[in-house]
């Protein structure tokens, strides 16, 4: 990463402190992301989780046997061929 240096008035300075602060960032990263959503340059985001590459299948599924995590008897013959 490289550095760039600028001249700000005061009361321009004053304002960008501000509005990090409200944000919780600093001067620094508050600059960058406005600089980068400006320039249309998109943040670089961390990788998808499982479950926001699945939600929209979440509950899309109706019946099955409700306790199917708890009853050994659903288990019987699973990982076998003759099933």
Known sequence: MSALTIRLPASLKSKLVQAAKRLGKSPEEFVRETLRASL????P???PSLYNLSRDL??????GPSDLARNKAHLEG???WGR
């Open 40 to 43: 249309q340059e998109p943040a």
């Open 45 to 47: 985001s961390p990788a």
């Open 58 to 63: 979440c509950g899309t599924v109706d019946g």
């Open 78 to 80: 699973y990982g076998t």
